[in-house]
């Protein structure tokens, strides 16, 4: 039996759709066992398609050897984190971004635009996903860096106004179109600030909106608080950028 190409660490829906799409190709770990593969030869990327909150957990278990081998997928600000555990320019490690949904565990991956990876394993990654008919690029820093942030905005802008306003992400551009612009333009700044990346408004709005009403019926929420708004507010705190609309919506629904 040949090696797997590529070791994915969670059985969610996202591990468990890629595992099973890949055949022998992708390697399935999941809490109970399997954890012996992350011990063959570096070089084989390894896939964390688990909760942000379970990373330092999962990180304990890869050994030393294979932590460049590490490809982190999650949503959310990472950046913070990855410095705390070590991960730096001496210590790099590939992030990727999935643009792709998983309605259920045990369903089938629906592809959507790119999923753009950066890092030393980048290619190995999109080499692989593009043997399973899964859209992927490798990008460079500041490519990456932009689509992290509009992603970032993307979650954290419409799982607020979803809450505030108690509807769908449809109903939010629909309905509530200058607040959100007022919104989206606070957290690009703070994003710009933080990461010195740039973009522009109006096309960014056209880019989240147009995503939006593609899953209209979508009702998002604030989520991961630390990683995602929790992030802005303490990015504007340290850099003293006013962020009215943020944080007024965030008393009005009681973060």
Same mark, same amino acid.
């Given at each position: 039996m040949s090696a797997p190409?590529?070791?994915?660490?969670?059985?969610?829906?996202?591990?468990?759709?890629?595992?099973?799409?890949?055949?022998?190709?992708?390697?399935l770990i999941d809490r109970q066992g399997d954890w012996q593969l992350l011990k063959g030869a570096p070089g084989t990327p390894i896939l964390l398609a688990v909760r942000n909150d379970d990373l330092p957990v999962v990180l304990e278990r890869v050994p030393a050897d294979r932590r460049a081998d590490l490809v982190f997928v999650q949503n959310g600000m990472l950046r913070p984190w990855l410095a705390r555990a070590g991960f730096d320019e001496a210590h790099p490690i590939t992030r990727g971004l999935l643009f792709f949904a998983v309605p259920r565990r045990g369903a089938d991956l629906e592809p959507g635009g790119?999923?753009?990876?950066?890092?030393?394993?980048a290619a190995a990654v999109v080499e692989v996903l593009a043997a399973i008919d899964v859209p992927a690029s490798e990008v460079d820093a500041a490519q990456f860096a932009a689509v992290e942030? /509009?992603?970032?905005?993307?979650? %954290? +802008?419409? !799982?607020?106004?979803?809450?505030?306003?108690?509807?769908?992400?449809?109903?939010?551009?629909?309905?509530?179109?200058?607040?959100?612009? /007022?919104?989206?333009?606070?957290? %690009? +700044?703070? !994003?710009?600030?933080a990461l010195a990346v740039t973009l522009a408004l109006e096309p960014l709005m056209q880019r989240l909106c147009a995503y939006s009403l593609s899953i209209a019926d979508y009702r998002g929420a604030v989520k991961e608080w630390p990683w995602r708004n929790g992030w802005f507010v303490t990015e504007a705190r340290a850099r003293s950028l006013a962020t009215p609309i943020h944080d007024a919506l965030l008393a009005r629904t009681g973060h």
């Open positions: 190409r590529m070791i994915v660490v969670g059985a969610g829906r996202v591990g468990t759709a890629l595992a099973a799409r890949g055949g022998g190709a992708i390697a790119d999923s753009p990876f950066h890092g030393p394993r942030l /509009e992603k970032l905005i993307w979650n %954290s +802008a419409f !799982g607020l106004c979803c809450e505030a306003f108690s509807c769908d992400v449809g109903t939010v551009v629909r309905e509530h179109a200058d607040t959100l612009r /007022e919104l989206v333009a606070e957290l %690009s +700044a703070v !994003g710009a600030s």
